[in-house]
């Protein structure tokens, strides 16, 4: 029985035009942000090189100076990125808050605020007419110093006063500064890093990474079309009293219909991993490795299937508790919050629906936040399925009051 209705439901599926819109989309999506670049420019780092990349810092005295730059630029203009709910919102203090913040700036440097602007403008004094290049080497030279014993605890808690000043979202929370000071690799850390793409993730694994970033930015929302749909189609051919009257219970009816529009779902992000995995055997094979043939299925089923599952799941939940398309505006703004409101592109994963990783590589740094990474798909995972008992439940209710 649930084999018969799995497959009618699949096929109920393909005559959709939204499904064939939701395939050009995600198709046309991930081939205009997916460039290559990354895996054609990998190179094995050699000792003498003069440049070897950049990497976040873990080093509390320079991610001390690098976030009081930006507090004194920030101060001087008065004018504070945040982004509470995912949007830019600029935030400008009063008089009496700008005060507060130059006190608290003065207690992290031991300077006045008068006293950091001058060594500012004398530092870029007379940059204002020069090129691009001398501008950018000015303020990759500039910082500030951190008072003589002034403790990373004292200043976890003066940026806490700034965030109170600033609200939330801005660059002065902790998940955001220590993840915003970068810092250049040395060989060893270049090599290192080299060997963990090639021998830890075989290469395939760390694109893989690359193309769930921008597949999960699209399937946050492309799904949302698809639930709906599938879960109002009943409505649209006013085929509910129908429907209701079956022998099959409504356990079987929703668990069919929600695993055929998941496995439709899936199907064009597998078959798009596998065309996108392509390029990295002839890659893999000049640096002498075995790439990870199988990559282009573990990669995306564990990061990109919980958020798919859970996007539809709340689709036919919401969907079956309001017969509107209200779904669609719910949770397209549950997809933007998360898209914006992340405080880096590379990790931060917290509870974010969209789990970010716009990079090519950073393997260890990956390693580092697994335990994370896989808390936040398997919290969607349960609660994907937790979401569709809850339609169940609301179904036969449905059901039993119109028979």
């Avoid at 395939?204 to 749909?229: E, H």
């Avoid at 995972?381 to 209710?397: G, M």
């Amino acid at each position: 029985m649930f084999g018969v209705l799995f497959l009618k439901e699949c096929g109920q599926v393909l005559k959709s035009l939204v499904y064939y819109i939701y395939v050009a989309v995600f198709v046309f999506f991930v081939e205009s942000q997916l460039s290559g670049e990354g895996l054609a420019a990998l190179q094995e780092p050699m000792p003498g090189q003069s440049y070897y990349g950049e990497t976040v810092t873990q080093d509390k005295t320079l991610i001390m100076e690098g976030t009081l730059v930006d507090l004194v630029r920030d101060l001087s203009h008065n004018s504070f990125a945040t982004y509470p709910l995912g949007f830019y919102k600029g935030v400008s203090l009063t008089m009496e808050e700008r005060e507060q913040a130059e006190e608290i700036l003065s207690r992290c440097t031991g300077k006045s605020m008068d006293e950091l602007e001058e060594e500012m403008t004398m530092h870029f004094e007379g940059d204002a007419q020069s090129g691009m290049d001398v501008k950018m080497a000015a303020a990759a030279d500039y910082g500030v110093s951190v008072k003589e014993g002034f403790s990373y605890e004292e200043f976890e808690k003066a940026m806490q006063e700034i965030c109170h000043l600033v609200g939330r979202g801005s660059f002065y929370e902790k998940a955001s500064y220590e993840n915003r000071v970068y810092v250049p690799m040395t060989y060893e850390q270049a090599k290192e890093e080299f060997d963990s793409i090639c021998l830890k993730d075989h290469l395939t694994r760390a694109y893989m990474r690359l193309f769930c970033d921008y597949a999960g930015i699209v399937l946050a929302f492309l799904p949302i079309f698809a639930g709906v749909s599938g879960a109002l189609r009943d409505k649209r051919a006013k085929a509910q009293q129908v429907i209701y009257a079956k022998p099959a219970s409504g356990a079987l009816i929703v668990a069919s219909r929600y695993l055929a529009n998941l496995v439709m779902a899936a199907l064009p992000v597998i078959v798009a991993a596998f065309m996108v995995q392509q390029p990295c055997y002839e890659r893999a094979g000049a640096f002498g490795i075995h790439a990870d043939m199988w990559a282009f299925l573990t990669v995306p089923g564990v990061w990109l299937l919980p958020e798919i599952m859970i996007v539809l799941a709340a689709a036919f939940l919401i969907t079956e508790l309001t017969d509107s398309i209200g779904a669609v505006f719910v949770q397209a703004a549950w997809g933007i919050a998360s898209l914006f409101g992340a405080s880096t592109l590379v990790g931060d994963f917290g509870l974010r629906l969209v789990a970010r990783w716009n990079t090519f590589g950073k393997t260890m740094l990956y390693e580092s936040l697994k335990g994370e990474f896989l808390f936040n798909r398997g919290y969607y995972f349960v609660l994907a399925i937790v979401c569709v008992l809850l339609t169940v439940i609301v179904y036969e209710k449905k059901r039993k009051y119109v028979v």
